[in-house]
Nanobody
């Protein structure tokens, strides 16, 4: 069982930055968990934002955040981060951290249903 706790959300103006963090209760790297960030805006489906393999050798981004967001992980501290720059109102959503144990993350990173554990989410609001 892996528990995930997100932090770092808040209210920011357009063009601003936020850094989200996700703390895992277990050693996600030694257990070969890939980690990802999803987001869900009101009335919309949960969508993939960024994902990173357990060894950080493969990183994937949604097209909408490429060049603005950066995902990273610190396996010594069992944490995953999402640095978000150049934020716009379209980035407003609840952001979720998720973990997936897989040997084939390349073919499984995008669908939310493929993830085994989820955090409770943290709200990000970007004002215009």
């Amino acid at each position: 069982q892996v528990q995930l706790v997100e932090s770092g959300g808040g209210l920011v103006q357009t063009g601003g930055s936020l850094r989200l963090s996700c703390a895992a209760s277990a050693r996600t790297a030694s257990s070969r968990y890939a980690m990802a960030w999803f987001r869900q805006a009101p009335g919309k489906e949960r969508e993939f934002v960024a994902g990173i393999t357990w060894n950080a050798l493969r990183i994937y981004y949604a097209d909408s955040v490429k060049g603005r967001f950066t995902v990273s992980r610190d396996n010594r501290k069992n944490t995953v981060h999402l640095q978000m720059n150049s934020l716009s109102p379209e980035d407003t959503a609840v952001y979720y951290c998720a973990a997936q144990m897989t040997a084939d993350y390349y073919n499984n990173y995008r669908p939310a249903k493929n993830y085994d554990y989820w955090g409770q989410g943290t709200q990000v609001t970007v004002s215009s």
